[in-house]
């Protein structure tokens, strides 16, 4: 193993953890499966304009030309890779993983002489108070307070983006409807009464501005508040997308709390929060603590969900969700319990879930 890391000590920026994190154990995964004897290398650089460079590099059995080619689609994999087993997704994953953050992810190789890969992204400094202290990103949100009620509208091409933020907002009661362009977007609006719009600006059909435009001829200003969505916010954008009549701006990829502190800002919501939570846990919860030491599932799932989770395998963890519905009895309902935490990547609260099952 060799690592060849930045010269800083520490360098803190703003990105999405649990995305990167798992492209990295991925490619690491791969490299480590295909190389029997040789080197493995993690470097990483950073270039200008807050740009940081990773590669993985190893001395492994290499991919033919043939397969090079589609060695990014879903389900596709050469000789090698169905002799060592998996499913096909895991570069598919991190290839999309890493558009969503800003990069595209390539690689060289040649069979029999390993493989390179590697990708860019756009990592922007951040206070080391920032990352060490949850104080300046807020307590966890659980949910909407009693009496405020919202209907949104999530507007992106991309099915991935929209389900994501869809789900982020669904998990705190907020109700969700979905646009896949422009036009759609201002059809609904027409049809139905929006408190807030999260509308992507680089869309087909009718892209964003037209959008908003469009809704805000129609309706006027202020209702509904709408939200830019963009790759990324640089100074200027900010002051582009206020001048177009947009509210407020989040970029992709999207981080939970900035999320429902725009909401607040704009809707003037009150939420409910996890330390306000456990204070009344034992009226309000359907599932407690207490409930969860009584439940079991299957044991080869409880193995095989516990070491996917533990390995960041997004796909894998989903697949034993489906498994566990069709179960029924205790295993539908953990199913249930468990899918905001793996919509959040919050892979530390369900292995602490976990750790509470008769299983454990």
């Not at 249930?336 to 454990?360: F, H, R, T, V």
Request: proline letters at 3%; one cysteine or more; hydrophobic letters at 40%.
């Amino acid at each position: 193993w060799v690592l060849k890391e930045l010269d800083e000590v520490r360098v803190t920026v703003q990105g999405d953890e649990g995305k990167l994190k798992q492209v990295l154990i991925n490619l690491l995964g791969n490299a480590v499966k295909f190389t029997k004897k040789g080197k493995i290398e993690l470097t990483v650089e950073k270039g200008d304009d807050n740009f940081y460079r990773f590669e993985v590099k190893d001395d492994g059995l290499g991919i033919d030309s043939s397969a090079l080619r589609n060695i990014f689609e879903p389900f596709r994999q050469d000789q090698a890779g169905r002799q060592e087993g998996g499913t096909g997704l895991g570069l598919a994953i991190s290839k999309k993983h890493i558009e969503l953050m800003g990069g595209e992810l390539g690689v060289d190789s040649q069979l029999g002489h390993g493989s390179r890969f590697y990708f860019t992204l756009p990592l922007y400094p951040a206070e080391e108070d920032v990352i060490a202290s949850s104080e300046l990103t807020g307590p966890d949100v659980l949910r909407l307070a009693a009496g405020f009620n919202v209907r949104s509208l999530v507007v992106d091409d991309n099915r991935f983006n929209r389900d994501v933020l869809s789900q982020t907002l669904l998990s705190i009661g907020v109700e969700v409807d979905q646009a896949e362009n422009g036009k759609i977007a201002l059809e609904m609006a027409q049809e139905h009464t929006y408190d807030i719009v999260f509308m992507d600006m680089r869309m087909p059909v009718m892209r964003g501005e037209e959008a908003v435009a469009k809704i805000q001829e129609k309706f006027g200003k202020d209702e509904p508040k709408v939200v830019a969505i963009t790759a990324s916010v640089f100074s200027h954008q900010k002051i582009n997308f206020l001048e177009m009549g947009c509210h407020d701006f989040l970029s992709k990829p999207f981080q939970t709390h900035l999320v429902f502190q725009s909401m607040k800002n704009l809707l003037g919501l009150e939420y409910e929060y996890k330390e306000e939570f456990k204070e009344v846990a034992k009226v309000e919860t359907v599932l407690e603590p207490a409930d969860l030491s009584m439940m079991s599932i299957p044991n080869d799932l409880y193995s095989q969900l516990k070491e996917a989770v533990e390995f960041y395998q997004v796909t894998q963890i989903e697949n034993i969700m489906n498994k566990l519905k069709q179960q029924g009895g205790d295993s539908k309902v953990l199913a249930g319990y468990l899918q905001p935490y793996i919509n959040q990547y919050n892979m530390d609260g369900i292995l602490e879930i976990l750790g509470k099952l008769k299983n454990a």
